[in-house]
């Protein structure tokens, strides 16, 4: 076993460590590379004075890699005495090209306190200084403890920024290389992390400043206090522009953080989108124009973002579809998608053709025939299998859409009031196909290296409102099993009546089948008890509709004196329940769990409201500022913990005094 299996080893052990390992190959490459136009110059990536003069004449600064042998200590040197001088003996004067290859974490401050988790993901970005060939082609690698291979997401077009799962605990190596770029300079740091024992994100929101997160962790009883400190940022003043003209495109914007549930939403259709934003972090910006001009995603700090608003049009992207018999489909809508960035709509005309707008990348294509065209929606790249690869310097893509043969057939459905007597008018009633995913058609992607032709996967999803006679008529669907979800509309129930309740049924689309009756079903209880007695009485409890399927209301209850409560809800649904205490007790809110409904009555599990863990802190106008007040606090579980169930949900909140303090009643987290 090598050294680097003995330190796993030895860390699996241990149980308390996650390793990030940035690995790169090529040993020579370990060495300075410098041109023949700089071997007498110091033409090496060392800091300026740590060995000879090199690294600022081309431009690239070791930095802080310095001492980790990046930077100073193999720095090309001076004329007579450095590694890349004239009578050196690095690499100077070989005229191999120059440049170096970094990693930097987006979606963390740095690869220090990162945990593992069943959601966590770990976003990196590539970096390359240099002379490097254009256009710079990334390539990545992602394997967990040097054997299982992890597959990494692409974010942006150039493929620079990807991210990944980090479910469990352990080593993950990342190697970023460039194509055509076999000479680049590349290091081989090695990044513990310590697992944390509860991480929390503390959410500050105050009138002025940009929002600021801090991460903390739960200490000894009494907790040290969490300093906050608000930054005033800088100001951002968004406003998209066309790069042929100059002139402003107005468009919906969205600012995120990649690690963050937090996100602003403006647009810019009488003016500028001005906020507030902390300088160093980075930030998402999704820039969607409300004109003939594809969508954009731009990913870094806010200074960075006010050169890249100059939008182009995009690349041109024209399809053709038609059915099994070549006929053309009319009517059927399609859109690209590289993760959170979409491409134009286009819809197709009674020739089957559309055009659209797309940015560059590996792009998802979804396709919606319309409805009662008897044939299911299309999607190609959005599971494992692969996309559309777009090449920026492509002028345009051509695609051809194509579906197999479907048989269809109409479904009736006519639904009624529990008992089964009156109709209902108002239902919603949606159908969805019972197993989606099998092959439906196929996608050719035509470009300059030949044509391209991927699977299109389909499925089937649409949704109709009952008339007056409680009847729905999906005119054409394609034959097969549907899993049916009936919606009641809003009104109260009849007099002496059962509430009907949302229903879920198990349909068959056949020819020539009969209309389909379907009863509504009644409202369940979901019952349960809270614990201590002593703090429960009087707390609330929230459920929280979560099913896939046409999600419902959110109903609560309070827990009566001998600790019960009942909610009533849809039977077959899936809840997430809440608790929040009443004022004045020793406890905290919890989530508590996620039920399944049934029939009847649904027992929930007892469960005891956590104690509270005091966190005091202060919250000040920069490192030495004065106190703010008025400012709102908000404790949320970090989506990678496994005790996290849900981390959009504040655990604690408070308002910060004149002075600046708080005082968060955090819930004791549960034990593993």
Not at 36 to 46: H, K, Y
Not at 192 to 216: H, I, M, N, S, W
Not at 297 to 326: E, I, M, N, Q, Y
Not at 658 to 669: D, I, K, Q, T, V
Request: net charge neutral.
């Amino acid at each position: 076993m090598d050294a680097r299996s003995l330190s796993r080893a030895s860390r699996r052990r241990s149980g308390v460590a996650l390793v990030i390992t940035l690995a790169f190959a090529g040993a020579a490459a370990l060495q300075a590379c410098g041109s023949a136009s700089t071997a007498n110059n110091g033409g090496g990536f060392g800091g300026s004075s740590v060995a000879g003069t090199g690294g600022k004449s081309m431009g690239v600064d070791g930095g802080s890699d310095a001492a980790s042998g990046a930077g100073g200590s193999l720095g090309a040197g001076g004329a007579s005495s450095g590694a890349g001088g004239a009578t050196g003996t690095g690499t100077g004067g070989t005229g191999v090209p120059v440049c170096r290859v970094r990693i930097v974490p987006l979606s963390a401050p740095s690869f220090t306190g990162i945990e593992s988790g069943p959601m966590a993901r770990l976003r990196v970005q590539g970096i390359v200084q240099g002379a490097v060939l254009s256009p710079v082609v990334w390539q990545w690698t992602v394997t967990f403890d040097g054997v299982t291979t992890v597959m990494p997401t692409t974010i942006d077009g150039a493929g620079s920024i990807i991210d990944f799962p980090i479910d469990k605990p352990g080593a993950y190596d990342i190697t970023a290389s460039l194509a055509r770029e076999s000479n680049c300079y590349r290091s081989e740091p090695v990044r513990t992390v310590e697992a944390q024992p509860t991480a929390f994100v503390l959410r500050a929101t105050a009138d002025g400043y940009p929002v600021k997160e801090t991460r903390f962790v739960l200490g000894s009883d009494p907790q040290q206090a969490v300093p906050i400190q608000l930054d005033r940022g800088e100001p951002a003043s968004l406003f998209p522009t066309r790069l042929s003209t100059g002139q402003a495109l107005p468009s919906y914007l969205r600012v995120s953080r990649p690690a963050s549930n937090f996100s602003l939403e403006g647009d810019t259709l009488h003016g500028p989108f001005s906020v507030q934003l902390l300088a160093e972090v980075s930030y998402d910006l999704l820039i969607v124009p409300n004109d003939a001009v594809a969508p954009d995603l731009l990913t870094g700090v806010p200074s960075s973002f006010a050169a890249r608003t100059s939008l182009d049009p995009g690349v041109p992207v024209t399809a053709t579809l038609h059915d099994v018999g070549s006929r053309p489909v009319a009517g059927a809508r399609m859109v690209l998608r590289r993760g959170a960035l979409p491409s134009t709509v286009g819809i197709s005309d009674q020739s089957g053709a559309l055009s659209l707008l797309a940015r560059a990348g590996t792009l998802a294509a979804f396709i919606v025939p319309p409805v009662g065209a008897g044939l299911p929606r299309m999607s190609v790249g959005a599971a494992s299998d692969p996309g559309i690869v777009l090449d920026a310097a492509a002028a345009s893509l051509e695609l051809i859409v194509s579906w197999d043969s479907v048989m269809s057939a109409p479904l009736p459905v006519e639904v009624h009031a529990p008992g089964g007597s009156a109709p209902v008018e108002g239902a919603r009633v949606r159908a969805v196909s019972h197993e989606p995913g099998l092959r439906a058609g196929s996608l050719v992607a035509r470009t300059a290296a030949g044509d391209v032709s991927l699977p299109a996967l389909g499925s089937t999803d649409v949704e109709l409102t009952t008339n007056a006679s409680g009847r729905v008529v999906f005119a054409a669907l394609p034959v097969g099993a549907y899993d049916v979800t009936i919606v009641p509309p809003a009104t109260p129930a009849p007099t002496g009546g059962a509430a009907p309740a949302i229903t879920e049924v198990a349909l068959t689309v056949a020819v020539g089948g009969p209309v389909q009756m379907v009863t509504l079903a009644r409202k369940g209880l979901l019952a349960g008890t809270l614990l201590p007695l002593s703090d429960s009485v009087g707390a609330r409890v929230t459920a929280i509709d979560k099913s896939i399927a046409a999600p419902g209301t959110v109903v609560s209850a309070t827990v009566a004196a001998d600790g019960s409560y009942t909610i009533s809800v849809d039977p077959g649904r899936a809840y997430q329940l809440l608790a929040e205490p009443a004022s004045g007790t020793t406890r905290g809110r919890a989530v508590l769990e996620t039920v399944r409904s049934a029939a009847g009555t649904t027992p929930v599990s007892p469960h005891t409201l956590p104690l509270v863990h005091v966190v005091p802190g202060v919250v000040t106008s920069g490192p030495a500022g004065p106190g703010v007040g008025g400012v709102l606090l908000q404790a949320f579980c970090v989506a990678a913990s496994t005790r996290c169930l849900d981390p959009t949900l504040p655990l604690a909140d408070a308002i910060s005094a004149g002075n600046g303090s708080f005082e968060l009643r955090l819930p004791e987290p549960a034990q593993n």
